[in-house]
């Protein structure tokens, strides 16, 4: 079992940045490749960022890509979104996973935070 929480998530102006943290408890951390994920209300959840267990090798979204950065830690056991030149677009619930597999699907996350709120006015 692998125990994430995330912090980081607040208002913002559009423009500004954010920097999303994922603590990571249980399993050995550095097994796992990482990833990001966010969700709108009535939307399906979709994928942000993702990042091998090594930090080697990084993912993103094109609607991010230039503006969001992954990184992790393995020796805190935390990964991080670095959020810059946030939109309006951007708000949504922001959700932390780890997966023994490097993917952006979804559905091959084995484990989940509690979720972020992050909000970007205009």
């Known amino acids: 079992q692998v125990q994430l929480v995330e912090s980081g998530g607040g208002l913002v102006q559009a423009g500004g940045s954010l920097r999303l943290s994922c603590a990571a408890s249980?399993?050995?951390?550095?097994?796992?490749?990482m990833g990001w994920f966010r969700q709108i209300p009535g939307k399906e959840r979709e994928f942000v960022a993702a990042?091998?267990?090594?930090?080697?090798?990084?993912r993103y979204a094109d609607s991010v890509k230039g503006r969001f950065s992954i990184s992790r830690d393995n020796a805190k056991s935390t990964v991080y979104l670095q959020m810059n030149s946030l939109k309006p677009e951007d708000t949504a619930v922001y959700y932390c996973a780890a997966s023994s597999r490097y993917t952006i699907v979804v559905a091959l996350y084995d484990y989940w935070g509690q979720g972020t709120q992050v909000t970007v006015s205009s």
């Open positions: 990042i091998s267990w090594s930090g080697g090798s990084t």
């Open positions: 249980g399993r050995t951390f550095s097994s796992y490749h």
